[in-house]
Structure formats: C-alpha cells, structure tokens
C-alpha cells in the first residue's frame, strides 16, 4: 500500500511552479540547445560565414521557441488532456481551410499565411492527431482495446488527416502522418496485426485518392514520388547534395572551409539541405556525432514516456518522439539520396520559423509528460 | 492494478522495440552516411583542393520533321557559341565588357545579355554570341584568361534545308520568352529553341526533349580538366509529316510566278502530301533574326509571303462550291437528277437580275450539265429552291465553315453563312443571297485545305480530316486506314451523280476544263473549275464585253480547281487557288493537271502503303 499512499500525497499535493520547473528535465532541454547550436554553426556557413541571413535568426526564434515549450510544460496534462480533441478539430478545421484557399507553393496547396509567416497545417495536424489518439486510449480498458467497434473512432480519426493532408497533396507528410499514429496505436497496446490491417487500409485507400485527384494534382504527386521527372530541380538537388557529402569524407573540409561555389546550386541549401552543408564540413565524424545527438533526444523522449505512469502521458510522448524522429529520417535519407525528396526539413536545424514552433510545441507537450508524470489522472473509468 | 500494471507493461516492451527500431534506422542512415561520404567519397576526394566541380546542364538535340520517306525538314547543325557562366566569373559584367573588347557587341546584345544575367540563375550559362567564325573562336581561346567565365562550346541550331519549299508548314523556331521559362527551366538553357508556328509548334513538347546533366572538373581559371559523370539528356523525338517532300517541291515549282497556293491530300485518309503556298521564305532567318529591311519587304509585299495561304487564305469557293449545292438539293428532294432548268442566260428574282456566266445562256440543263458546263442559273435555281440553312449543313459535312481537326496552327475555319448567322446581325435573310451562295459567291469564305477535304469527301464519302502528323517517334497514330474514318452519311447513288458530273467537266467535249484531261493512260481525273470576281461586273461593262485580262491585277478574279483521281477509284484530292488568275478554266485546269499527273506518276501515298508501327494502347 506504500505505492497508493505516495500517489495519494502527490494527487493532493498540487505542486507550484516552482516545483514544476525543478522536475522539468534540463539535461534534454541542453540537448535540444545542442541540437540548435548545431544549427546555427551550419546556418552561419550557410550564410558564406555570416550571422546574416540566416543563423542570428535561427537563434532568435529557438529562444522564443524555449520559452514557449518551458511555459507549456508547466501547463498540467489533464488540462491538455481535456483539450486534445478540440486541438484535433483545429487541426481538421485548417487543413480544410488550407484546402479551400491556402497558398500554392512548391507545387502543392499546403500553406496558410498566419500573421505574415506560412504555415502548414499538416504539421499542427501530426501534433494534434497523436494528442487526440493518446486521449481515446487513455481511457481505454484492457478489455475494451480487444473490441474492434472500439478501434473504429480511432481509426476514422487517423483517416481524415491522411485523406485531407494526400489531398494537398502532400503524401509525404500524409505518410510520415500515418506512421506516427500507427505508433500510437501501437503503443496503446493495439494488437500488431490489427495495426497492419490499419496500415493496409491505407495502403488500399490511397491510390484510390490519389484516383479521384485531378490530373495536375496528380502530376504535383508523380513528381513527388519521381523526381527525376524533373532534372533541373530536385534531381539536381540530390547530385549537388552528394557531391557536397562525398567531397566532405571522413573529417570534413573544417568550419567555413565548404566549397559553397557548389551549393550555390542548392536553392535550399539552408533549409531541407542543410545537413549537406554541415557534414560537407565536418565529415562523417560530425555527420554520425550529429546523428548520436539527434538518436539521444528522440530516445530520450521514448524514455519519459516509459517512466510516465498514466496512459495518456506514455502515448503522449511515444507519438511526438516517433513523429521528430520521423522529420530526421526523411530529411537525412532524402540528403544521401537515399529515397526521393520529401520537402522535410531537419528539425531545429534547418531555417523555418514556423517549423520551429511546431517542433518546440511538442517539445513542450512532451516536457510537460515528464513534468507531469506521476499525477493521478483517472484511467478507463468504467474499470472496477 | 493488475490490469494497469499489464497494460503498462505493454506499454513499455512496444515503446522500447518501437525505439529500438527507430535507432536500428539512424544507425542505418548512418551506414548510408559512411557509404556515401567515405566509399563513394573517394571519387571525389581524388580532387585537388584547388579543383572545383562544376557542374552543367546540356541541352537536348531538339528532335527532327521528316518528310514521309525520311528526308529531313526541319534538322539541327552544330552552332560554336561563347556562353558566361555568371557563378564562374567574379565579376560578370567586367567579362562581358572583356569579351567586348576581343569581340564586339552591340547595344542590343549587351541588353539581351544583362537582361538574362539577371534573370537566370548563376550556373546557367549566357549566351554572349552565337555562330561564331574559326577566327573569332581562336580570339577567344587565346585571351581565355582575360575573360574568366567565359567557354566556347558547340550546341545545335535548327536548320531547314529545304527552305522556303516547307516554310508553312514548320513554321519557326524562336528563342523562349519568360512565360516559356517559367514553364520549364530547361528552356533557360542557352540554345533551346521554343516552336512558334506551324508543325514546330504543334510538336513542340515532343520536338523538345529532356536536359541532361554533365558534371566537370575545372581548375581555378575555369578551365575544364575532365568531366566526371554524364546523365545524356534525352534528345526530341523525331516527327514524320504526311508530306511528300519532292511532291511539295514540285507542286511548289509549277506553281511558278504566281501568287497561288495548292493542297494535295489523301483521299482515304486525309493525309497531307503536300501543301504549298507561293511566295514563301525562308524559314531559317527567323531562328538567328530578322533583318528590319527584310520583315518590312515580307509584310508589305501584296502576295503576301508569309501568309500560308493554303490553310489561312479565305476565298469565295466560286463554282467548286456547286457540288455541295446540288447535295444539299438532291437530299432535300428540292430537286431530282433529271430536272431541267431553263437557262437563258440569266434568272430574274424579284427585282434583281443573276446573270450566267455564259451570256447567251445553256438551255434546258440537267444535273449533269449544268456541272459540265458549270451552269450558273442551274444553281441559282437549285439554292432557292433548297434553302441556305440547307446548304450550310451540306457544306459542314464537307468540312466546309467547320472547324477542321488539321494539326497545324493558323488553320482558318472559314465561313458558310445561315439564316440564324444572318438574324444574329439584325438583319434579315434576303432570298438574293441565297442565290448568290447557290454559286459559291456573297458571304461564303473558304480555305483551299478546306475544298482539298471537301474534294476527298466526295470522292471518297468519308468524313476525312485532313492531317500533317503521320507518326511521332516512329509510332503512327490512328487515322492511317481509311476505315478508320466514318462516312458522311450520303447514300453512294447521290454521291456517284455528283462524281459523274465532275467526270464530265474534264473528261466531255465543251466540258470546261478539258484542258485538265490527264495524259496518263486509263486515268482520269474529275474536277471542277472555279473563278471568282473579286468586284462587281456592272451592266455598262457587261455590254461593252468586259475582258478581265485587262483589269489590274488585284482587280482580276480568283482562279480556283478542284479534282480527284483516279476517276475510278479516287486516291488523291486536290484544290488549288491561282490569286488574280482571271478563269479556272485558263489558269487552273491546266497547273491542276500538270500536278495531278506529277502525283499520280509518284504515287506517294501507295509506295509506302503502311505506316511504320502503331502506337499500343496502353
């Protein structure tokens, strides 16, 4: 009875702030400040060695970013709790709205302009889809996760953001989407194969989407998934991006010593390609540190999740892990070449404002499981 | 607890493979990373620090017009050109000033070359000048380190070498404009050419291929060491023409001095054999510029060389336009084949009196007759009694005032007019113009591509649209076979009158173009003839015996022929307008006869009777 006894004193013991800040996890908040100091190095080289235009920026909105993410971590989890489907419903809300008369730009309709910066609402969508699962599984019995009329809501959740985000249409993101709440579902305890019946679901589903998409949207989409369709853009991108990679080798050319003649070619180098610059410069040894870096904060975030003992903060924190972890794959893989270019920008590294935000957002949530993880917070109410 | 406790436990073994997995993939983007900087590094580590990669878009050889046996229309040459590299030079406009002093520019090419400075990106090349001499090659080579940024490379240009015999029908090449660029980039690129007109234009995108990549390695001037990987660009795919470019030629030459243009097509299929306008140009000077003087000789000329006037030029069809009149009677059984129309010479209607074109009239004329002798009051007759709006549809299921599906930009559609076209003006339909149109004359307009259809549609009875366009990469389209086309729906007893009259025109005494007569033995051809005033006749020149010989030459009527042959089983149609060529009897018959006969002895649409290969559907 020792354990119901402390949960009893904490569920009483409403902390302050003051507490709250010292249970919040300063050596992750000091890896994520690695992370975007990294930025800043390869975005000052970006720049041909210049704070100007791009890293004083950076810093700038990583700053702000940290405030927010600590000032939402501070928020107590229930509350979140308590909003997660009215989140989801914004998130469905702006896709449409994005739909109906968002920008068009890089050859997709998936930006909103907020306040004189673009938006995706496809990236608060990803946020707000794992908040909502975590939500409906929290409250899920044991008994209840066996019932497939139970898995049904979920499953239709998942659905509408993929179908909306494929719409754009955006199959990356619509994919990366997908996963991550895959995971959730995995997470909730969702058996293995009924999370690949949902995964093959989509798979069915998609090419007949993708059918009842217009033509151009169909070739913005066949251009995604073929680049070489088109030599001059993102074909040329991967060919500079190897040559960058490759003339780095080992130990890199050293800081500012990149041959930026070449990545003139790069229209993005500060954004999606950045990684190219930095390991131009620091060689595989900086590349693979950078990937050491980057594996430590998404498996620190698994770990919060792990030591979190309600429901909703475990799913939570798996959810936003898996969807960082998502951004660094795509974006790494597509600067080897390894699979086509995706528009997916490396997080708190790359220059975007409002990718950062997004980013932090759920660094946020994410703390504030960890803040927040022994609260009682009821579980399956309809439980004995 | 027990069951919170199974499902955390769950929880944790899934969170922990789930993270597992997602390190398994950094790790694996890791590997990729070693692979990609280290092994496949090596190819580049090879190169000195003071090397730089470069790397540079080809332009793709833009594909080829071939006539129908494969002889080149429209080719490419090579082209020695001085391209800037803006990112290669420090500072661009200090090599274009360099340049200037080895090789002179002129302000408008200075312009050009800013202009495009500014607006592509660095590593696209910029033409500085094109068609260069050995001599000025060897200028710039020598002061190479003078002129950082600066290369000589070779690239394509589009070269005709029929010149102005195909000019119509290519139609031109031009430099892209910023619409086009922004498009597709690779127009950007120096060299590439965007069609403009004609089968240029139409093929553009199939014509024009794909860029390919090359990268090089260069020293610190600039200067190419070797080049380290190619990805070919994909060259355009070649076009054959339904055209038969010796027959073109020929047809072109026979037209001789005159201001006239003549259509050959097909009769099963449509295909164009040849499509010739005279005056022409040479389509060449347009792809490297035209000259002030030259474009001003072009436009005010009143023959009009640029014009195509085979598919653009509007004329009243005259009396070629008789056969789709008597149609439209007999269909409407305004009229029967043996009906005879009194012909005096003239017909009054209302207040008005239409003369023939024979003064002292034809008598009493049966179908058949009044097309041999090309009676006007027969039609005059036959088109009151039939009715405009009848006629128009006839005409329209000879592809007469329709719009045509012919391949080629600039096509005119032509006019045929109707009660409703007239109701439409506010004005109301006079029976007198009814009249008029009975024998190809007042509101009616037509091109002589759209008589040549007119022409095989009678001769054949099937909806034929004529078409360029033979096949595209060496895969033909449909259309080749001339059951591919539908038949215009008129029952083969009508269409045979008709056919018979024609017969008659060329091949009966008094017919009136006997001269047409083929010198081929067991082929004939039938035809009709066509002259149309370009201004009234008044009464005091009708009886002071008016000859149009005499008039000034823009003054004098249109001649006009059309014809088909074999008689028997009809092959190829024809049409033909000689400007200001006074009678169809005089000055076409005999140039239609001339080609038909060329064409006939060639027999181009037999010596190749199927085309290469169909295009699978897929």
């Known amino acids: 009875m020792a354990l119901n006894e402390r949960r009893l004193i904490r569920a009483e013991a409403d902390f302050g702030i003051a507490t709250k800040l010292w249970r919040v996890s300063w050596v992750y908040i000091l890896l994520l400040c690695m992370l975007a100091g990294v930025g800043y190095v390869a975005l000052f080289s970006a720049a041909g060695g210049a704070a100007e235009p791009y890293a004083a920026k950076h810093i700038l909105r990583f700053g702000f970013g940290l405030m927010l993410m600590v000032a939402i971590a501070m928020v107590d989890i229930r509350i979140i709790a308590k909003m997660s489907w009215l989140a989801y419903a914004s998130g469905v809300a702006l896709l449409v709205l994005v739909l109906r008369m968002g920008h068009v730009g890089k050859g997709a309709q998936r930006w909103i302009d907020f306040g004189g910066t673009l938006w995706q609402p496809s990236e608060w969508m990803k946020l707000a889809l794992v908040l909502a699962l975590a939500h409906w599984f929290h409250k899920a019995s044991w008994e209840r996760m066996g019932n497939p009329l139970f898995l049904l809501p979920p499953i239709i959740a998942l659905l509408v953001p993929v179908g909306l985000i494929l719409k754009e249409p955006n199959l990356g993101t619509a994919v990366i989407c997908a996963v991550v709440g895959g995971v959730v579902f995995l997470g909730a305890g969702v058996r293995w194969w009924k999370v690949l019946i949902v995964v093959g679901a989509i798979v069915v589903v998609a090419p007949i989407a993708y059918e009842h998409l217009h033509d151009y949207q169909r070739s913005r989409i066949d251009n995604f998934l073929y680049p070489e369709r088109d030599p001059l853009g993102t074909g040329y991108n991967i060919i500079q991006s190897r040559i960058a990679l490759g003339s780095g080798g080992m130990w890199g050319k050293g800081f500012l010593q990149g041959t930026q003649g070449h990545l003139n070619f790069l229209p993005e180098k500060q954004t999606d390609f950045i990684f190219a610059i930095y390991a131009e410069e620091f060689g595989l040894v900086g590349g693979l540190a950078l990937i050491g870096l980057l594996a430590a904060i998404i498996g620190g975030g698994i770990v919060i999740g792990v030591r979190c003992r309600h429901q909703y903060g475990r799913l939570l924190a798996l959810g936003i892990s898996t969807n960082f972890f998502m951004y660094v794959f795509v974006n790494i893989a597509m600067v080897t070449g390894s699979i086509p270019v995706g528009g997916v920008p490396l997080p708190l590294v790359s220059h975007g404002g409002s990718a950062m935000i997004m980013v932090m957002i759920g660094m946020g949530l994410l703390m504030s499981v960890h803040v927040h993880r022994d609260v009682e917070f009821e579980e399956h109410r309809d439980d004995p | ?618």
């Open chain 2, 1 to 618: 607890m027990r069951r919170e406790g199974k499902r955390n436990g769950v929880f944790t073994r899934r969170a922990l493979l789930i993270g597992g997995a997602q390190l398994a993939g950094l790790g694996w983007l890791g590997s990729r990373l070693y692979q990609v900087q280290v092994e496949e590094g090596a190819r580049y580590s090879t190169l000195a620090e003071a090397n730089r990669i470069s790397s540079r878009l080809i332009a793709p050889p833009r594909g080829r017009l071939l006539d129908r046996f494969g002889a080149v229309i429209a080719g490419n040459r090579q082209n020695w050109r001085a391209l800037l590299i803006a990112e290669q030079a420090a500072d661009a406009s200090a090599s274009v000033e360099a340049f200037a002093r080895f090789i002179p520019l002129t302000d408008a090419e200075r312009n050009r070359i800013e202009r495009e400075l500014r607006r592509h990106r660095r590593f696209i090349p910029v033409v500085l000048r094109e068609f260069l001499s050995w001599e000025e090659m060897a200028r710039i080579e020598v002061n190479a380190p003078e002129l950082p940024g600066v290369l000589v490379d070779v690239g394509t240009t589009r070269q005709y070498p029929l010149g102005p015999q195909m000019a119509h029908i290519i139609g031109y090449v031009a430099p892209p404009n910023e619409a086009d660029v922004a498009g597709d980039t690779m127009l950007a690129l120096p060299g590439m050419r965007v069609g403009r007109g004609g089968m240029e234009r139409t093929h553009d995108e199939v014509l024009r291929g794909r860029a390919g990549a090359v990268q090089l390695e260069v020293n610190a001037v600039g200067r190419v060491i070797r080049e380290l990987d190619r990805q070919e660009g994909t060259q355009g795919r070649d076009v054959t023409l339904t055209i038969d470019a010796e027959l073109q030629a020929s047809v072109l030459g026979r037209l001789g001095d005159e201001s006239a243009s003549a259509v050959v097509l097909d009769a099963r299929n449509g295909e164009v054999l040849a499509m010739a306008t005279n005056p022409s140009f040479d389509p060449s000077l347009f792809n490297s510029g035209v000259s002030q003087a030259q474009w001003v000789e072009w436009t005010n000329n009143r023959r009009a060389p640029l014009i195509n006037k085979a598919a653009s030029g509007l004329y009243a069809p005259g009396s070629t336009f008789k056969m789709v009149v008597a149609l439209a009677g007999l269909e409407a059984k305004a009229v029967t084949v043996n009906d005879r129309v009194n012909c005096p010479g003239y017909m009054d209607f209302g207040d008005r009196r239409y003369h023939c074109w024979s003064k002292g009239g034809h008598g009493n004329v049966d179908l058949r007759g009044a097309l041999k002798n090309s009676c006007d009051v027969y039609f005059y007759e036959v088109a009151r009694r039939t009715g405009i709006d009848k006629i128009a549809a006839m005409s329209s299921r000879f592809g007469l005032g329709t719009k045509l599906a012919v391949d080629l930009p600039g096509t005119r559609q032509g006019f045929v007019p109707t009660r409703a076209w007239r109701a439409s003006q506010g004005k109301a339909w006079n029976i007198g113009d009814t009249i008029v149109c009975g024998i190809g004359q007042g509101y009616i307009q037509l091109s002589p591509l759209a008589l040549a259809t007119m022409t095989a549609r009678l001769a054949t009875g099937r909806a034929v649209e004529p078409h360029l366009t033979r096949a595209i990469g060496g895969m033909a389209g449909a259309g080749a076979r001339a059951e591919d086309w539908p038949s215009i729906g008129l029952p083969e007893r009508l269409l045979s009158q008709i056919r018979d009259g024609m017969w008659a025109v060329v091949n009966e005494q008094q017919g009136t173009a006997t001269v047409a007569r083929l010198d081929i033995p067991g082929v004939q051809m039938s035809g009709k003839t066509g002259s149309v005033q370009v201004r009234n006749v008044t009464r005091e020149q009708r009886e002071k015996g008016f000859k149009s010989e005499n008039l000034p030459w823009e003054l004098r009527p249109h001649a006009l022929f059309v014809g088909f042959a074999p008689h028997d089983a009809p092959r190829y149609a024809l049409a033909l307008v000689v400007e200001h060529g006074n009678a169809g009897s005089a000055t076409a018959a005999p140039i239609a006869r001339d080609i038909m006969q060329d064409v006939l002895r060639r027999d181009p649409a037999r010596r190749n009777e199927a085309p290469p290969r169909v295009a699978g559907r897929s």
